[in-house]
C-alpha cells in the first residue's frame, strides 16, 4: 500500500512540474501582415523637387501580439533591412494608429502613437504589460511615413523590409 502511495505522490509531483515548465515555456509572439509601395509623383517641371515626405494608410501594417502573464512587460522593436537596395537620405519611420483588440481587462500597451524613425537597429515602438492573464492584442494598426524623398537622390529602385520583435523588459 505503501507502494502505490508514493507512486502516486511521485505523478502528482511529475504532473505538477510538467504544468509549471509548460507555462514557463509560453512564449511571446508577434504577427505581422502588410506591406507598402510608396507611389511619387512624377515631376513635369525643371527645378521641381519632391513634397519630401510620404505616409501609407493608418492601418497599412496589422500585428499581433501575444505576452504571457509570467513575462509581464514586453516590448515590441523594429528596425529595417536594406533588401536590396536602400540609401540613407531616405528616412522610414512607423507609428501604432490603434490599440488593437484584447480579451485581457487589465492588460495595457502603451507608447508608438508618435513616429518613430527606423534604424538599422532596433528601436522601440510600443509596450504591452500583462497583468494577471495572458496579454494578446490582434489588429494592431501601424502607418508608416517615408521622408528625405529629393531628386537629388540617384534614380533607382529602394526597397526596405521592416523587421518587428518582441522581447520581454
Do not use: H
Amino acid at each position: 500500500m505503501k507502494t502505490i502511495y508514493l507512486l502516486y505522490q511521485k505523478k502528482i509531483f511529475l504532473i505538477i512540474i510538467l504544468l509549471i515548465s509548460n507555462f514557463y515555456c509560453y512564449a511571446q509572439s508577434l504577427t505581422a501582415t502588410g506591406s507598402w509601395t510608396g507611389t511619387l509623383p512624377t515631376i513635369t517641371e525643371a527645378g521641381s523637387n519632391y513634397s519630401g515626405t510620404y505616409e501609407s494608410a493608418t492601418n497599412q501594417i496589422i500585428l499581433s501580439t501575444s505576452v504571457p502573464l509570467l513575462l509581464g512587460n514586453a516590448k515590441v522593436s523594429v528596425r529595417y533591412e536594406a533588401n536590396p537596395k536602400w540609401d540613407n537620405s531616405l528616412i522610414l519611420s512607423a507609428r501604432r494608429t490603434s490599440n488593437g483588440t484584447t480579451l485581457c481587462v487589465l492588460c495595457t500597451i502603451t507608447g508608438g502613437t508618435s513616429y518613430q524613425p527606423i534604424a538599422l537597429t532596433d528601436i522601440e515602438l510600443y509596450r504591452i504589460r500583462a497583468v494577471l492573464a495572458l496579454a494578446s492584442y490582434s489588429n494592431i494598426n501601424i502607418q508608416l511615413q517615408l521622408s528625405g524623398v529629393s531628386v537629388t537622390l540617384p534614380a533607382d529602385t529602394y526597397q526596405s523590409r521592416i523587421v518587428f520583435t518582441v522581447s520581454a523588459i
